[in-house]
């Protein structure tokens, strides 16, 4: 079945299946890198926090076999199982501090996501963009997260870096990086992981005070970051077997054959300086 025809095809059988006062909704819905993805939500009576439900996943799901009707009733579960009400929640939206401090940030790729940038507040970093985000308070058994957009600024009546600040000095301590050694290259030496404990836009550590500096300084030598995903990203020490132009080959090709579009971060590689303690691009 082609991709159009099922999205049809599971926006009838939802619709069928629903209850009364039940009301679902087909929108496109801009992601990461300039990706668009079709969802599904389903808005339950006396709940105003819905969850999206994604017609690609739910196709990959059909394709390895999984029934339309089985697709449908998960759906259905996850929407009514997981739609809360959040009491007051238009004027907690109206203060700031109470969001302060549940601010955080994540690394996209500035290029790739001018549109978007548009619409969020933003800081320049190397050639990403540090866009912000809260988590939303757990209820019944919830959470999730929150992009930071411009209106948002306006309604808290706060500047730009302000957030900034704050999402700086939250995010190392609300998502604690986790490094680790992932493998043994056969000319690079050790390869280190980085990423955050939740493995969710982990990649936002690289940005993290002294992150790199332990490592630099065991090797005695600078490293180069690899942006493997907007989920982590990889340290190999600089022991002059393996040039920067063949790491970029490689990011540039495992990006585009491996990692999927929605969580390319660049097909750049940067550069650790031990004496310097700064990222920078070479």
């Given amino acids: 079945m082609e991709y159009i025809e099922f999205r049809s095809k599971l926006f009838e059988t939802v619709c069928a299946q629903t209850r009364e006062g039940e009301e679902v909704t087909l929108r496109t819905i801009p992601k990461n890198n300039g990706v668009f993805l079709d969802g599904i939500t389903i808005h339950t009576p006396g709940k105003n926090v819905c969850p999206t439900i994604y017609v690609e996943e739910m196709m990959e799901r059909y394709d390895s076999g999984e029934s339309l009707i089985s697709i449908t009733s998960e759906i259905l579960k996850t929407s009514r199982e997981c739609s809360i009400h959040a009491a007051n929640i238009e004027e907690e939206y109206r203060d700031y501090t109470n969001f302060r401090s549940r601010i955080c940030y994540r690394l996209v790729n500035r290029q790739k996501n001018r549109a978007l940038l548009n619409e969020l507040p933003h800081h320049k970093v190397l050639d990403l963009a540090m866009i912000y985000y809260y988590y939303t308070d757990a209820a019944e058994g919830v959470r999730g997260t929150v992009l930071v957009r411009n209106e948002d600024l306006k309604r808290w009546n706060i500047h730009p870096e302000t957030l900034h600040k704050d999402a700086v000095r ?72 393996i040039g920067i132009e063949d790491l970029r080959n490689m990011v540039s090709e495992i990006n585009a054959t491996v990692v999927a579009k929605t969580e390319v971060l660049s097909d750049l590689v940067y550069r650790y300086s031990l004496e310097r303690k700064e990222i920078y691009l070479p």
């Fill in 170 to 241: 939250n995010t190392p301590v609300i998502e604690p990086a986790t490094p680790c050694i992932l493998t043994q290259m056969h000319l690079g030496g050790e390869l280190l992981l980085y990423t955050n404990e939740r493995k969710m836009y982990g990649a936002s550590v690289m940005l993290y005070d002294n992150i790199f500096e332990e490592a630099a300084a065991y090797y005695e030598a600078d490293l180069f970051i690899l942006p493997s995903s907007v989920h982590e990203v990889l340290a190999l020490p600089d022991n002059r077997m």
